[in-house]
């Protein structure tokens, strides 16, 4: 399931905070799914997840109106995409 999951990724997406881009998880899928399929199992049978996982750069994107208020403004977060992964075979598993 990570595998597959990995290779789905869109290679337009920025790299997180690990500064680990889409194609090198994508090049790298056969070395690394066990590893981090061991690592999401892991994280799941202890009940944490990675501190690391939990850090976030954000940038605020520009909305509409005036650039000089900081209301029309809107955070994005962009963090790992390991972690991204992982959300989102939970989110399958759990539906």
Do not use: H
Request: aromatic content about 8%.
């Amino acid at each position: 399931m990570v595998k597959a999951k990995l290779v789905k990724l869109k290679m337009n997406k920025a790299p997180g905070v690990d500064l680990v881009g889409i194609r090198m998880l994508i090049v790298l899928v056969d070395e690394i799914s066990y590893i981090v399929a061991e690592l999401f199992n892991k994280s799941l049978c202890s009940g944490d997840v990675l501190q690391d996982w939990k850090l976030a750069n954000v940038t605020p994107i520009f909305k509409k109106g005036k650039k000089s208020s900081s209301a029309n403004y809107r955070p994005v977060s962009l963090t790992f995409n390991l972690c991204k992964v992982f959300e989102s075979l939970e989110r399958d598993r759990m539906i």
